[in-house]
């Protein structure tokens, strides 16, 4: 009878506790990206976006090619096929359109988009009866949603402040492709994170994302950008191929086998936070009074997503 009353008061405890290092893995991966946002605003301008793609993403595969070996965990040949598919169309989409929208738009509009995962995410993930819509979460990520729209709108109603570039509207697009392609891999690449392991998921997706990407990008011409690299290219290119491309998307896989989708998904409105701060003295992106009345509204969207559990 001891042992039963103890098993149940440690089993809130201990979900409890993996909620916390799902937020915790969450919370680093988008810190992760917002540095990325800056780091990728700074070099897009001077490489090609496919090209960029592939040195950021094609080194990080490789990384996790020595971890599967020696794992070897048994994959289902039809699991196997779908985590592929997953990967290949991800990791050779995103990184392409993720650098792209950084050489028309700024750093700060870049990451203001990125919050609407969140809702792209729950949706998807309502639509496939993979997770529950509730009051609370719809509430949460309306507010942070709605951070987002007010710092958009002012933006382009003060133009010369946040000194937008004349073709930022095509960055804004390709950013929203992004957000869709991220809320559709966080909703289909869970049930994968739970049946097998992170390493294994992350290892699989990313190197099928290594096949298509050498499918898909003329090495001659990454190359021959390459060898015109300063000291300080290459650094960047290391944070984000490392740094932001694989330690971020393994913990950001962590994180999905660890809490659900759309919590997950809420910590994209970390980005903008970073953005402001660094964006200011690193890329002198002055931040409006819109961004930051927005940024209000989006951390108050997390903390009223958790209800104080966070």
């Not at 971890?67 to 997953?86: N, V």
């Not at 960047?236 to 997950?264: D, E, P």
């Not at 409105?269 to 002055?286: D, H, K, N, R």
Request: charged share 10%; glycine share 8%.
């Amino acid at each position: 009878m001891r042992k039963s009353l103890s098993s149940l008061a440690a089993a809130p405890r201990s979900s409890t506790l993996r909620e916390a290092k799902g937020a915790l893995a969450a919370g680093f991966a988008s810190l992760m990206v917002g540095l990325a946002v800056i780091a990728t605003r700074d070099i897009a301008t001077r490489i090609d976006p496919l090209q960029l793609a592939f040195l950021r993403y094609f080194p990080a595969g490789l990384c996790f090619l020595p971890a599967l070996w020696l794992r070897r965990e048994r994959i289902a040949s039809r699991d196997a096929l779908a985590l592929g598919l997953l990967g290949a169309v991800f990791y050779c989409l995103y990184p392409w359109l993720f650098s792209a929208s950084l050489k028309y738009t700024t750093a700060l509009h870049g990451a203001l988009i990125l919050p609407l995962i969140p809702m792209a995410t729950l949706l998807a993930a309502a639509a496939l009866r993979l997770e529950r819509i509730t009051w609370q979460k719809l509430s949460g990520i309306a507010v942070a949603t709605a951070g987002v729209a007010v710092t958009l709108a002012g933006s382009f109603i003060t133009d010369a402040a946040v000194k937008l570039p004349a073709e930022a509207w095509k960055g804004d697009l390709l950013m929203l492709a992004c957000v869709g392609l991220c809320a559709a891999f966080n909703t289909l690449s869970r049930p994968f994170v739970l049946r097998y392991s992170t390493l294994t998921v992350t290892s699989v997706t990313m190197a099928a994302g290594c096949v298509s990407l050498i499918a898909v990008v003329p090495l001659g011409a990454v190359a021959e950008a390459a060898a015109d690299f300063s000291g300080r290219d290459w650094a960047i290119v290391g944070f984000l191929s490392l740094g932001a491309a694989a330690a971020g998307n393994y913990l950001w896989i962590l994180a999905l086998g660890l809490t659900t989708a759309s919590r997950v998904a809420l910590f994209t409105t970390i980005p903008p936070v970073v953005v402001v701060i660094l964006g200011t003295v690193l890329l002198g992106e002055q931040p409006t009074l819109a961004s930051l009345l927005g940024l209000m509204l989006v951390l108050s969207g997390i903390v009223l997503a958790y209800g104080g559990k966070a």
